[in-house]
């Protein structure tokens, strides 16, 4: 590698760390439930200490990943999205209230347009290291057929 890219790559590394800060937890949801992008919903429980950032992929396996969009937002933190990711903020210090909000996934898997609502569940005083409760929820929506019955 030439001493110039070398360089560059040192010099992103460094603005990526800095832009995280010090209080993040990757380890915030270490399993979770697949969506599949034909009108399902999944729900993810999340743990994270206050004032700790949760960041978190929403990617998933044969599933290409469009667009994000948060659809419903947490009524004591903040979600920031970047690329197929998203990013929780509690703005409560000490992490004392339970939180939630809902993402759109738009996407394709094996070449057909779908979306997914992922609602996650924020539970900061269960907040251990390592520790992620997954509650699966594959119940289908329908928006057409709700009032047929």
Known sequence: MKPRNFLMVVVLMLALVAQLGPAVAYGCLKARTNYDLVDDGVEWSISTAGAEDCIQSIQSPGIRVE???????????????????????????????????????????????????????????????????????????????????
Do not use: C, M
Not at 78 to 95: E, K, N, Q
Not at 120 to 148: C, D, L, M, W, Y
């Open 67 to 149: 667009s994000i969009a948060v659809t419903s937002l947490p009524a004591r933190g903040r979600v920031f999205l970047s690329g197929p990711s998203f990013r929780y903020v509690a703005d409560v210090p000490g992490g004392a209230e339970a939180d939630e909000f809902d993402l759109l996934v738009l996407g394709q898997v094996r070449s057909q347009e779908g979306f997914s609502t992922i609602r996650v569940k924020v539970n900061p005083n269960e907040f251990q290291p390592g520790h992620v409760e997954v509650i699966p929820s594959k119940a289908k929506r329908s928006t057409s057929k709700r009032n047929e019955d």
